[in-house]
């Protein structure tokens, strides 16, 4: 189990390559930085509002926390959110958020929801974000022009995560709620780094899996049609 909890704060930090590093002392202003970070590099991949009550660092300039992060859904669907998270923590050097080639030691999430909202017409919510993660991701003549940050992970704890699936089918509504997680994992190696829009869509991609939203490679028919007996 991988990847789980990088949506929510890899691509959140992929600050722009312009923005200079903070002075130590430089806290305050390092904190806004990243604020704007998380709104700005998730609403232009993901084509969605991002909303981040405030951004915390600790003393030392190790230690950031980002507190009430929700990401809203595509147009079309009902549900206001699709993630959200009381608390990340992320134990790193705050400078080196700033450079090209970050590194995080440690990321712990706690209070996250994901809501998975499924319709005949707009499909599924978390396929649409995860399809315009990829097209967000640069490649070819455009990567060499617009070089991304490469990011590494060593560790992340991800607690129990609420999710709550809506199925939106021919006029009816269903929900279910349950939980995923705890979990840990990994990201990238100091060889092999990754930028935040391939996490972003590995993430979603994982998350569909996870909840069986895939479509059936068998080609007998996707996940969504199975749902729609239980709907009728």
């Known amino acids: 189990m991988k990847h789980l909890v990088a949506v929510l704060l ?42 981040l009550d405030r951004v915390s660092a600790g003393e030392d300039g190790r230690l950031i926390e980002l507190h009430g992060l929700r990401v809203g859904n595509p147009k079309g669907f009902s549900e206001p959110h699709v993630f959200t998270a009381e608390t990340v923590r992320i134990q790193a050097d705050l400078r080196s958020l700033f450079s090209r080639e970050p590194t995080i030691e440690l990321i712990e999430v706690e209070g996250a929801g994901v809501v998975a909202e499924n319709t005949v017409t707009a499909g599924s919510n978390l396929m649409l974000l995860m399809r315009r993660a990829r097209a967000a991701t640069p490649s070819g003549p455009l990567a060499r022009l617009r070089p991304q940050k490469q990011w590494r992970i060593d560790h992340a704890a991800l607690g129990e995560s609420t999710v ?17 997680g705890p979990a840990t994992f990994s990201f990238g190696t100091e060889d092999e780094r990754v930028s935040g829009e391939q996490i972003v869509a590995e993430f979603l991609g994982w998350m569909v899996e996870e909840l069986s939203l895939l479509p059936d490679r068998s080609g007998a028919g996707g996940r969504l049609s199975e749902l729609l007996p239980k709907v009728l």
């Open 164 to 180: 709550d699936v809506v199925n939106q089918l021919l006029g009816r509504r269903q929900h279910s709620t349950s939980t995923l």
């Open 10 to 51: 890899i691509a959140a930090l992929a600050l722009p390559a312009w923005a200079e590093e903070p002075e130590p002392a430089s806290l305050t202003r390092a904190e806004r930085l990243v604020q704007a970070g998380v709104r700005e590099i998730l609403s232009r991949m993901l084509e969605v509002d991002v909303e």
